[in-house]
C-alpha cells in the first residue's frame, strides 16, 4: 500500500500516479490534485485540504476550536 508523497495518505494501488525524478527519487500521488498541487510547491501544512495528523486532537475539536476562536473575535467588536 503506497503512501501520497503530499497528503501521506495510504492508498490502494492501482490507482493514482508515480513520478520518477532524475534524481532517481519516486514520489506516488494518489490523485492528479495532488500532484498538480507539488508541482506547484505547495506547502501540504498550509493546504486546507490535506488532514493534518496532530495528536490527541481530532478534526472534531479543530472545527470546534476553530468555532469558538471565531465567535470570540466578534466578542471583541462589541
Ligand atoms: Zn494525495
Redesign the pocket.
Known amino acids: 500500500m503506497p503512501t501520497?508523497?503530499?497528503?501521506?495518505?495510504p492508498?490502494n494501488e492501482h490507482k493514482?500516479i508515480v513520478v520518477f525524478t532524475f534524481d532517481g527519487k519516486s514520489l506516488s500521488?494518489?490523485?492528479g490534485?495532488?500532484r498538480r498541487n507539488a508541482e506547484l510547491g505547495r506547502d501540504p501544512k498550509k493546504t486546507n485540504w490535506v488532514r493534518r495528523e496532530k495528536k490527541g486532537k481530532s478534526i472534531k475539536e479543530l472545527k470546534e476550536e476553530k468555532i469558538r476562536s471565531i465567535k470570540e473575535d466578534t466578542g471583541d467588536k462589541k
Open positions: 501520497c508523497s503530499f497528503c501521506k495518505k492508498y493514482g500521488y494518489c490523485s490534485k495532488c
